[in-house]
């Protein structure tokens, strides 16, 4: 079973740039499909960003289409989510999944979550 951890997170002015990196466990991992969730106080975990296992696929909930690019550098066992242009409705806790079946983008699709890392923007 892989095992995830998220990092990258922090505090930053409305306009600003953050990227954020998730480092998985296990043997397996080129061959996971993977996505970014975020998960805001009092509000339900969201979609963000998926990515097939080859890199060669991605896509996009609407609210970052254009900001936000999700990359996997397979030979590192990584996943990354490039964040530009943040707006205070970015602030969440952001984590990282893997695909359990289907392509949806439902929180119940994915798997092995990891611990999350905050992302505070600022106005």
């Known amino acids: 079973q892989v095992q995830l951890a998220e990092s990258g997170g922090g505090l930053v002015q409305a306009g600003g740039s953050l990227r954020l990196s998730c480092a998985a466990s296990?043997?397996?991992?080129?061959?996971?499909?993977m996505a970014w969730f975020r998960q805001a106080p009092g509000k339900e975990r969201e979609f963000v960003a998926a990515i097939d296992w080859s890199g060669s696929s991605t896509n996009y909930a609407d609210s970052v289409k254009g900001r936000f690019t999700i990359s996997r550098d397979n030979a590192k066992n990584t996943v990354s989510l490039q964040m530009n242009s943040l707006k205070p409705e970015d602030t969440a806790v952001y984590f990282c999944?893997?695909?359990?079946?289907?392509?949806?983008?439902?929180?119940?699709?994915?798997?092995?979550w990891g611990q999350g890392t905050q992302v505070t923007v600022s106005s």
């Open positions: 296990g043997r397996f991992f080129s061959s996971y499909n």
């Open positions: 999944a893997v695909r359990l079946r289907g392509v949806g983008v439902r929180p119940s699709d994915f798997g092995s």
